[in-house]
């Protein structure tokens, strides 16, 4: 089973489109990081979320941590082919667990 | 400043063959991980060391595969005899302390392995 599940495991989107990525568990998580991995590339850290309710944005991307610390979501208002990529989310429990990513393709 | 370092990028071998990957971390940064993902899944913790001492090794399958970071620098991955099913991208880590505190980790390129 896994403890960070994440949906959609796939989605493809036109160019300016909005989208929603969840990150959901059971388990309390000290903190979050969301990540994106491109093909043959190690992931790339976007943020860490550490507070209950906390809201992060980077430019198109907004973050929210859940007040309970157990989920997460991720999203992009006006997506651009080059969002394209696998998201992952990562919660900390003494070391990272990952859930399965969401691979999101957004065509021109 | 450089990034995490890892060769071979690329590898295929036979079931039952042994194989070695390397790693070198950013400078200065005390801990390494090493994970394996598998095609479609996160990366998922094998290893993890504080300079040369293993923190957690809960995950890694010790009866093939095996993991030492001798000055606590460079560290190596072995897996002997390589089964199919580890077939994955070997992704390697590092971050200035320990994960607990929720630091950043940045990862390598990776190794990508084929056991045909």
């Known amino acids: 089973t896994q403890l960070l599940e994440q949906s959609p495991q796939f989605l493809s989107i036109q160019e300016g489109e909005n989208l929603t990525v969840y990150c959901n568990s059971s388990?309390?998580?000290?903190?979050l990081q969301w990540y994106r991995q491109e093909p043959g590339e190690g992931p790339v850290l976007l943020v860490t979320?550490?507070?209950?309710?906390e809201v992060k944005k980077l430019k198109r991307l907004t973050f929210q941590f859940g007040d309970a610390r157990k989920d997460s979501s991720l999203h992009i208002t006006a997506a651009q082919p080059g969002d394209t990529g696998l998201y992952l989310c990562?919660?900390?429990?003494?070391?990272?667990?990952f859930g399965q990513g969401t691979e999101l393709s957004v065509k021109p | 400043e450089a990034g995490v370092a890892q060769s071979p990028r690329y590898k295929i071998i036979e079931k039952r063959q042994s194989v070695a990957f390397w790693c070198n971390p950013i400078s200065g940064h005390a801990t390494l991980y090493w994970y394996q993902q598998i095609l479609g899944q996160g990366p998922k913790l094998l290893i993890q060391f504080q300079n040369n001492g293993v923190v957690d090794d809960s995950q890694l399958p010790k009866d093939r595969f095996s993991a030492e970071r001798l000055k606590g620098v460079d560290s190596t991955l072995k897996i002997q005899p390589a089964k199919l099913e580890d077939s994955a991208v070997y992704l390697c880590?590092?971050?200035?302390?320990?994960?607990?505190?929720?630091?950043?980790?940045?990862f390598g390129p990776g190794t990508r392995l084929l056991v045909l």
């Open positions: 388990s309390v998580f000290s903190s």
């Open positions: 880590a590092s971050s200035l302390g320990h994960m607990g505190s929720g630091e950043t980790q940045y």
């Open positions: 979320v550490v507070t209950g309710g």
């Open positions: 990562a919660g900390a429990r003494g070391k990272l667990i």
